[in-house]
């Protein structure tokens, strides 16, 4: 079964400085997708960057980067210039490709705070 | 924006009602999905529905069940509602399996 980990529970960065999101994932599949949801205290998922598995290059949305290692099975999300609209919980999501499901795999979140 | 709405948006029950949540979508979207979130636990797969009647269980689908007789609305019932199924329920929607799922505003249940 696959599985999503993300090693902090809470991250801090002061505001217009870099901070990068952990998340480590386990698949026997060749051929997937990952995302980054954030959260809001409004709590709508919003998606903020996806990641295909064949593509090697790293995905990247205005500030926030990825950084895709397949073989470590490692995707970090990087927000640069952070703003104190950035402070969410931040999930990272795994889903296989093909199949009749398509189901995400969550991690369990890190809760990021922006200190102005 | 998807157009994706939930109704209700809050709910207060008590053990042993039952309970239907309802997910509205106007993109004529194939896959229709309903997670929980939970402390610790992120969101979790509770069924999902590739057409019209056409529903699968997923991976915390006992308590629950689905029906779908319109494209566009995807209903969750608690048969019986426990106290365990206090969570912030999602219904998410994707055109294909292999497109970003899309997420509706949830729908926050507290049973007593």
């Known amino acids: 079964a696959q599985t999503v980990t993300q090693s902090q529970p809470e991250m801090s960065v002061q505001e217009a400085e870099t901070v990068t999101l952990s998340c480590t994932y386990d698949?026997?599949?060749?051929?997937?997708?990952l995302f980054w949801y954030k959260q809001p205290p409004s709590r709508q998922m919003i998606l903020v960057i996806r990641?295909?598995?064949?593509?090697?290059q790293n995905a990247t949305e205005n500030r926030f980067s990825v950084n895709f290692q397949k073989a470590a099975k490692s995707f970090s999300l990087k927000i640069s210039d952070s703003q104190l609209g950035d402070a969410a919980m931040y999930f990272c999501?795994?889903?296989?490709?093909?199949?009749?499901?398509?189901?995400?795999?969550f991690g369990k979140g890190t809760k990021l705070s922006v200190k102005p | 924006d998807a157009g994706i709405t939930q109704s209700p948006r809050h709910k207060v029950t008590e053990t042993g009602t039952p309970v239907t949540l309802r997910c509205h979508q106007t993109?004529?979207?194939?896959?229709m999905y309903w997670y929980r979130q939970d402390p610790g636990h992120g969101l979790r797969l509770i069924h999902y529905?590739?057409?019209?009647?056409?529903?699968d269980k997923g991976e915390v689908s006992d308590g629950y069940s689905v029906s779908r007789s319109k494209t566009e609305d995807f209903l969750l019932t608690l048969e019986s509602a426990t106290s365990s199924q206090t969570s912030v329920y999602f219904c998410?929607?994707?055109?294909?399996?292999?497109?970003?799922?899309?997420f509706g505003p949830g729908t926050r249940l507290l049973v007593l």
């Open positions: 998410a929607i994707s055109p294909r399996t292999r497109e970003t799922q899309y």
């Open positions: 698949t026997s599949e060749s051929d997937y997708y």
């Open positions: 990641q295909e598995a064949y593509k090697q």
């Open positions: 999501a795994y889903r296989r490709r093909g199949g009749s499901q398509g189901n995400l795999i």
């Open positions: 993109e004529n979207h194939r896959y």
């Open positions: 529905s590739y057409g019209v009647k056409d529903t």
